[in-house]
């Protein structure tokens, strides 16, 4: 065996020494970004950061964990999404919490799940009415004003024992009002109840996502103060002849709802071509 003069060998790169050392191995199934911001989710759970302290630069977090500046600002970004921490331009990154709010996430792998529910969850009737739309309801579902609907207020629930999800408001065409009476007691949506009640033919749906902010008496409902921001989700159900049978608008509280999919390259997505996988 040859040995090493020593001033070779004290010229050798230095691996990065402390909680750094071993992030690559210990996360090789994973991209660096998620090993990293892991191993700082990790930190913030143990007490390493205390709630209102400054993180180490990128620089810094770079050097101590051996990778590029790039992978750390992802992770970073993942932690800051989960509300671990904030990070400003000039103030540097605080620690807001040290461990994520607790909230619903949906994750989807193919696309006939596209912005439908868990099965375990359900909608919960809270009053249904018949009204008219005014102007600016009439522009949300998309009709003429002076028309009748029915009106149904409902929350969904996660699970037999989990939290609200969302406040969702349908609106169906009268002669369906009868299905306010079906809803909830399966995982079935309001378009799918509304085929089977009535012989309708839903053959095309439409989905919006807008950023919104909760009004007191839905904010009151979801225990979040009012005015919170909201991701809203709004889905006109169109039948026969063209004519709108259902539309549906789902509130869901932002520090509550995590919407998350993922599609392969080359799908091709055609909107509104069929109901399924989306549901009210």
Same mark, same amino acid.
């Given at each position: 065996m040859t040995a090493v003069p020593a001033s070779r060998a004290a010229a050798r790169p230095r691996r990065p020494t402390g909680e750094g050392s071993g992030l690559a191995t210990a996360g090789a199934a994973l991209p660096r970004y998620r090993t990293l911001a892991d191993r700082l989710r990790t930190d913030l759970r143990r007490g390493h950061f205390k709630v209102g302290a400054r993180l180490p630069g990128e620089i810094a977090l770079s050097a101590q964990f051996g990778v590029s500046r790039h992978t750390v600002r992802e992770a970073l970004r993942r932690?800051?999404?989960?509300? @671990?921490?904030? /990070?400003? *331009?000039? @103030?540097?990154? /605080?620690? *807001?919490?040290?461990a994520p709010a607790e909230r619903y996430v949906q994750t989807l792998s193919a696309l006939d799940g596209l912005l439908q529910y868990p099965e375990e969850s359900r909608l919960h009737v809270v009053d249904c009415r018949a009204i008219r739309a005014g102007a600016r309801l009439a522009r949300l579902l998309g009709v003429t004003v002076g028309s009748r609907w029915q009106r149904i207020r409902a929350l969904r629930i996660a699970g037999p024992e989990g939290g609200v999800l969302c406040s969702t408001v349908v609106y169906v065409l009268p002669d369906y009002a009868a299905v306010a009476a079906h809803i909830?007691?399966?995982?079935?949506?309001?378009y799918a109840l509304i085929e089977r009640l009535f012989a309708e033919h839903v053959a095309q749906v439409q989905v919006q996502l807008r950023a919104s902010c909760?009004?007191?008496?839905?904010?009151?409902?979801?225990?979040?103060?009012?005015?919170?921001?909201?991701?809203?989700?709004?889905?006109?159900f169109?039948?026969?002849?063209?004519r709108v049978v259902e539309v549906s608008v789902a509130s869901h509280p932002a520090e509550r709802f995590t919407y998350s999919f993922e599609v392969q390259r080359g799908l091709t997505m055609s909107h509104g071509a069929s109901p399924a996988g989306v549901s009210s």
């Amino acid at each position: 065996m040859t040995a090493v003069p020593a001033s070779r060998a004290a010229a050798r790169p230095r691996r990065p020494t402390g909680e750094g050392s071993g992030l690559a191995t210990a996360g090789a199934a994973l991209p660096r970004y998620r090993t990293l911001a892991d191993r700082l989710r990790t930190d913030l759970r143990r007490g390493h950061f205390k709630v209102g302290a400054r993180l180490p630069g990128e620089i810094a977090l770079s050097a101590q964990f051996g990778v590029s500046r790039h992978t750390v600002r992802e992770a970073l970004r993942r932690l800051e999404a989960d509300g @671990l921490i904030e /990070r400003r *331009r000039r @103030l540097g990154t /605080r620690v *807001r919490a040290s461990a994520p709010a607790e909230r619903y996430v949906q994750t989807l792998s193919a696309l006939d799940g596209l912005l439908q529910y868990p099965e375990e969850s359900r909608l919960h009737v809270v009053d249904c009415r018949a009204i008219r739309a005014g102007a600016r309801l009439a522009r949300l579902l998309g009709v003429t004003v002076g028309s009748r609907w029915q009106r149904i207020r409902a929350l969904r629930i996660a699970g037999p024992e989990g939290g609200v999800l969302c406040s969702t408001v349908v609106y169906v065409l009268p002669d369906y009002a009868a299905v306010a009476a079906h809803i909830g007691r399966d995982a079935s949506p309001v378009y799918a109840l509304i085929e089977r009640l009535f012989a309708e033919h839903v053959a095309q749906v439409q989905v919006q996502l807008r950023a919104s902010c909760l009004a007191g008496p839905v904010a009151r409902t979801l225990s979040v103060p009012t005015g919170s921001p909201s991701l809203d989700v709004v889905r006109r159900f169109y039948g026969r002849a063209g004519r709108v049978v259902e539309v549906s608008v789902a509130s869901h509280p932002a520090e509550r709802f995590t919407y998350s999919f993922e599609v392969q390259r080359g799908l091709t997505m055609s909107h509104g071509a069929s109901p399924a996988g989306v549901s009210s």
